[in-house]
């Protein structure tokens, strides 16, 4: 039975548009627009297993000169929303196809729903569960990526992930961190994954408080319960970045261009333990300056303390290192956290104070309990312990602080020291 364009456009359920897919030993292609549909695969790799766990579906089309049409020029074929929403459906057909021809009876499928379908017609239909039980391919194996953008109709969009979720496929956002990403789109559909945009990646290559950002988008990802993947990985160095951020997922062209021949894409490896063990050096390098903060100042904070115990006050106790050119401030915390006298600061500090920040200078009776520094030191007296650099709250500048815990009388109390971390002269 043949059916036209416009009875496949009204209903373009699996028996319609089983016509427009032919194949050729294990491959399937399609056609649309006199154009011929490819599948082609790029693989997604779990930093911490070490290996492969899904690719990435995506469209390949050629003309009849056997031309590469680019996806854009595609997907701009449409001219209604009924025909983009069988052009959407024909490609996810053909890559299930396709898929569930390779031997890989393990790894994921991440599949792109268009945006523009996802909030026209009824996402409860049967569509996708049809297309699963026609190859057999299982529900769990699918991850369904929806472009992270605007939608006119958030009531829609959260319909069309629970009817995903309710077949048992995974669901992940994609591109966050692009154009008009936010966190509510995160809590609102509660995604199992979230695919980081790439231009989140380039920031961090050259701008480390950009990278710190990712760090901490990335923790915050995880901590609500989201998978994430980074996208867009193209250099030795974006991998070691990757890996820095806590990312569970990654995907570039480092690793592996998308390819059409589905079967040796499959069996591509990539050596992670050797990117692991690269990283773990570099991590050792990076924390050196760390080690050699805590072995020169030492001597001065055992000194600074021992005067402190003997009722010396702050000022003449610390004068060696307030004087040091990397020091900012110098103050004395008690077990609560609470600071207990008044921040010590090098002669010739006003003069580079930033006004702007005046508001943040007192920092009298100022309780520092939530600091990861205070924490450090009162585990372990009698040891100093330095921070990663952080942004300091008394004059919003980057810093790491030194932090020892000694006993006075019948208490602890803390002695810390602010370094400025970008300063050139740092150790």
């Not at 036209?4 to 009204?10: G, I, K, V, Y």
């Not at 079967?263 to 300056?289: G, I």
């Not at 600074?304 to 009722?311: D, I, S, Y």
Request: charged share 20%; net charge negative; with cysteine.
């Amino acid at each position: 039975m043949s059916y036209s364009l416009n009875e496949m456009l009204a209903a373009p359920e699996a028996d319609l548009l089983s016509p427009m897919l032919s194949q050729q030993d294990d491959l399937w292609t399609a056609t649309f627009r006199g154009l011929t549909l490819h599948t082609a695969l790029q693989p997604i790799y779990s930093i911490a297993h070490k290996r492969t766990v899904g690719y990435e579906a995506l469209i390949r089309a050629f003309d009849n000169d056997n031309a590469a049409v680019l996806p854009p020029h595609l997907f701009d074929l449409p001219s209604t929303d009924a025909e983009n929403l069988l052009l959407d459906r024909l490609c996810r057909y053909l890559h299930v196809r396709n898929y569930s021809s390779i031997k890989d009876q393990l790894n994921w499928l991440f599949l792109n729903v268009s945006p523009r379908v996802v909030t026209h017609g009824n996402q409860s239909d049967s569509f996708f569960g049809q297309i699963l039980e026609k190859t057999g391919l299982p529900a769990h194996r699918i991850v369904m990526e929806i472009v992270e953008q605007p939608t006119d109709d958030a009531d829609k969009l959260r319909e069309t992930v629970a009817y995903y979720r309710k077949l048992g496929c995974l669901t992940a956002i994609d591109d966050f961190g692009a154009g008009h990403s936010n966190f509510e789109r995160i809590w609102n559909l509660s995604p199992d994954i979230v695919k980081l945009d790439r231009s989140l990646l380039m920031r961090a290559v050259d701008d480390h408080r950009a990278r710190q950002i990712l760090n901490g988008i990335v923790s915050l990802l995880r901590q609500s319960g989201c998978l994430v993947l980074l996208e867009g990985v193209e250099t030795r160095d974006q991998v070691m970045i990757a890996i820095d951020a806590g990312v569970d997922f990654v995907q570039g062209f480092y690793f592996q261009r998308p390819s059409i021949d589905l079967e040796a894409m499959s069996q591509t490896p990539t050596d992670l333990d050797a990117l692991l063990t690269e990283y773990k050096l570099r991590k050792q390098v990076k924390q050196d300056p760390t080690r050699q903060l805590v072995n020169y100042f030492m001597a001065p904070f055992m000194r600074a303390t021992e005067q402190l115990r003997k009722g010396v006050n702050i000022r003449q106790a610390c004068s060696e290192l307030i004087t040091h050119p990397v020091v900012s401030r110098c103050y004395l915390v008690d077990s609560d956290g609470v600071q207990i006298t008044e921040t010590l600061l090098p002669n010739d500090s006003p003069a580079g104070q930033d006004p702007r920040f005046k508001p943040l200078e007192d920092t009298a009776s100022a309780d520092w309990c939530r600091q990861q520094y205070l924490s450090q030191a009162l585990e372990q007296p009698g040891s100093l312990h330095v921070t990663a650099p952080y942004l300091c709250v008394t004059g919003a500048n980057m810093c790491v602080t030194l932090s020892l815990a000694y006993n006075s009388e019948s208490s602890l109390q803390v002695l810390c020291c602010d370094i400025m971390s970008d300063s050139d002269q740092m150790l």
